[in-house]
């Protein structure tokens, strides 16, 4: 069965006048279109391949930042923890019977802190500097002389980050001029008018 079909197609090709092993030309036109074929399929596989190492490099980056705030959860699960043993010691204070009961809560304060903070916990300064959006929520203005426009003068809950991701925003109270008295009934004598 081999045999005839090698001589169908030696038949086949003595017919079209060829002989097997001559070998065939291609035309310009056609090399041409190949080449440029050729040099589409290149390109196309250039940027596959970039886009595939683009995809890499953010794959790698999602995993390390991932990695990085895993814990983000945990953590802010215990700030209200520090709130709390926070309030303990200020409810405390002054009273000499809760004496040795206060020292042990703040020595357990003071380690809880020190664990986070080995995990990358850090605390917002905020008393006495400029208001920040990004790290301080404004509740309320207090006017104040003394004291530049916009300056954070109370803080009525502690802020915290996660290594240079807000966890949560300090809570403060922003100082602002002083209204002038007389300046109010202006400025309604003028929207009446």
């Known amino acids: 069965m081999a045999e005839n079909q090698k001589d169908e197609v030696s038949q086949d090709i003595e017919e ?16 041409e279109g190949l080449k440029k ?6 390109d196309k596989y250039v940027r596959l391949y970039a886009d595939f190492e683009n995809y890499k490099k953010l794959a790698a980056k999602n995993k390390e930042e991932l990695i990085k705030y895993s814990n983000e959860t945990l953590m802010s699960d215990f700030l ?12 405390s204070q002054g009273n000499k019977a809760s ?10 304060l003071k380690e809880l802190k020190s664990l986070l903070e080995k995990h990358g916990l850090v605390n917002i300064d905020a008393l006495g500097k400029p208001f920040d959006p990004n790290v301080h929520h404004a509740l309320s203005q207090i006017e ?26 300090a809570l403060v109270g922003v100082s602002k001029k002083p209204s002038q008295p007389g300046s109010e ?3 309604q004598e003028q929207k009446t008018d």
């Open 185 to 187: 009934s202006k400025e």
């Open 37 to 42: 074929s050729l040099s589409e399929l290149n």
């Open 80 to 91: 209200t923890v520090i709130d709390h043993l926070e309030l303990a010691l200020q409810h």
């Open 16 to 31: 079209e006048g060829q002989e097997p092993s001559e070998e065939i030309s291609a035309k310009p036109s056609e090399v």
């Open 99 to 108: 004496s040795p009961l206060s020292e042990g809560v703040e020595l357990t």
């Open 144 to 169: 104040s002389e003394e004291k530049d426009e916009n300056i954070v003068v109370t803080e009525f809950r502690k802020g915290y980050m996660l290594r240079d991701r807000v966890l949560r925003a």
